[in-house]
């Protein structure tokens, strides 16, 4: 089985786990979060822990049970992150580098000026919550995940940074090495 998955993932007292055939639900202070279960996986919640098993009842051959115990540690990380997002949520920073790159709120829309002719408008999902605190900065925040990782992820598509010369957007934590040009 996976080490990770050996532990429970605990829960803290203000966040409420219901576990149905199907389907988990984490409901916290800061929003509610579901996910659909795989077949592989067992999961039930004993008081304020949530054990994810191997569903070694469904299996077929012997061969399979590798994937089986697999799937144990993906779910233990997907409740946790779900526990984490609906306490504390998650937090994405980008920064824009080059002169002339800016992004600026409107509304429900996100508008970047990034050297093209146009400006890139991208329209805010109602689950993500985006901020610009400085034109050269973006702050993408959510409770859940993988939409605040993939939105960033899309932001960042836009215009990734250069290695020559190390303008686009990157994430604040991100190193960029520059490479040397061309010598004449």
């Known amino acids: 089985m996976s080490r990770i998955a050996k532990k429970p993932v605990v829960v803290p007292g203000n966040v409420q786990v219901t576990v149905t055939d199907s389907?988990?639900?984490?409901?916290?202070?800061?929003?509610?979060?579901?996910?659909?279960?795989?077949?592989?996986v067992t999961v039930s919640v004993e008081g304020n822990e949530v054990w994810v098993r191997p569903n070694l009842s469904v299996m077929k051959?012997?061969?399979?049970?590798?994937?089986?115990?697999?799937?144990?540690?993906?779910y233990w990380r997907l409740i946790n992150n779900m526990v984490i997002g609906v306490t504390e949520g998650?937090?994405?920073e980008l920064e824009i580098v080059g002169i002339g790159y800016r992004?600026?709120?409107?509304g429900n829309k996100l508008i970047m000026n990034l050297g093209f002719a146009h400006p890139v408008e991208m329209d805010i999902p109602s689950d993500i919550k985006v901020e610009v605190p400085a034109p050269n900065r973006i702050v993408v925040s959510g409770i859940d995940k993988q939409r605040v990782g993939?939105?960033?992820?899309?932001?960042?598509?836009?215009?990734?940074?250069?290695?020559?010369?190390?303008k686009g957007i990157?994430?604040?934590?991100?190193?960029?090495?520059l490479k040397e040009g061309k010598k004449a």
């Open 23 to 40: 389907e988990i639900k984490v409901k916290g202070p800061k929003g509610e979060l579901k996910l659909r279960t795989h077949p592989f």
């Open 103 to 106: 992004a600026q709120l409107q």
């Open 90 to 92: 998650f937090k994405k």
């Open 61 to 74: 051959r012997k061969a399979d049970e590798k994937k089986f115990k697999a799937m144990t540690g993906t």
């Open 150 to 166: 993939q939105f960033a992820a899309d932001i960042r598509r836009w215009r990734e940074p250069n290695v020559y010369s190390g």
């Open 170 to 177: 990157k994430y604040v934590d991100e190193v960029i090495r």
